[in-house]
C-alpha cells in the first residue's frame, strides 16, 4: 500500500519515510530538512544536537501521535495524480467538491455536510487540493 505521511507540528510532507511493523515512522536518509526537525526535536527536550545524524536509528524517535498517515486511493485523478485521503477532489457530479476518506472498508468522498459519494468514479475526479495545507500538492 502507498501512503503519505503528514507532519502536524511542521505543517508539511515528510519524505523519505516508512512504517514500520510495530507502528513507527523510520527516515530512510538523512537530508537538511530532517535535520533541522531533529535539532527541533531534541532542543525541545533540552538537549543541543549538532551534525550528521546519517547513523542514528530513527525508528522510535518520531512519535506517531505528530503524524497523519494517507492511504493511497489506488487510482489517478483526471490528470494523472495519485489521490489519498484528505485530499480536496472535485467530481463529475456536478461540480461537486468533497474530500477522500476511508470508511467501512473503501475510500470515499464526503463534503462534511452529510453529503458523500460511495462509488466515486476516481478517473473522472479532480484532486484540487488538500484538507491539510488547502493547496494542491
Given at each position: 500500500?502507498?501512503?503519505r505521511?503528514w507532519?502536524k507540528?511542521?505543517?508539511?510532507?515528510?519524505?523519505?519515510?516508512?512504517?514500520?511493523?510495530?507502528?513507527?515512522?523510520?527516515?530512510?536518509?538523512?537530508?537538511?530538512?530532517?535535520?533541522?526537525?531533529?535539532?527541533?526535536?531534541?532542543?525541545?527536550?533540552?538537549?543541543?544536537?549538532?551534525g550528521?545524524?546519517?547513523?542514528?536509528?530513527?525508528?522510535?524517535?518520531?512519535?506517531?501521535n505528530s503524524?497523519?498517515?494517507?492511504?493511497?486511493?489506488?487510482?489517478?485523478?483526471?490528470n494523472?495524480?495519485?489521490?489519498?485521503?484528505?485530499?480536496i477532489?472535485?467530481?463529475?457530479e456536478?461540480g461537486?467538491?468533497?474530500?477522500?476518506?476511508?470508511e467501512?472498508?473503501?475510500f470515499t468522498?464526503?463534503?462534511?455536510?452529510g453529503?458523500?459519494?460511495?462509488m466515486?468514479?476516481?478517473?473522472?475526479?479532480?484532486v484540487?487540493?488538500?484538507r491539510?495545507?488547502n493547496?494542491?500538492?
Amino acid at each position: 500500500m502507498e501512503y503519505r505521511i503528514w507532519d502536524k507540528d511542521q505543517k508539511k510532507y515528510i519524505k523519505d519515510a516508512v512504517i514500520t511493523q510495530d507502528g513507527a515512522i523510520q527516515i530512510l536518509r538523512c537530508n537538511e530538512e530532517l535535520n533541522e526537525i531533529i535539532n527541533r526535536y531534541y532542543s525541545d527536550k533540552g538537549d543541543i544536537l549538532g551534525g550528521d545524524y546519517t547513523t542514528i536509528d530513527y525508528t522510535d524517535w518520531y512519535g506517531i501521535n505528530s503524524c497523519v498517515i494517507e492511504k493511497c486511493v489506488g487510482s489517478l485523478d483526471k490528470n494523472g495524480k495519485k489521490i489519498f485521503e484528505n485530499d480536496i477532489i472535485l467530481t463529475d457530479e456536478a461540480g461537486w467538491c468533497g474530500f477522500v476518506v476511508f470508511e467501512h472498508g473503501s475510500f470515499t468522498i464526503i463534503d462534511g455536510k452529510g453529503g458523500y459519494s460511495w462509488m466515486p468514479n476516481w478517473e473522472k475526479c479532480e484532486v484540487i487540493g488538500n484538507r491539510n495545507n488547502n493547496l494542491s500538492e
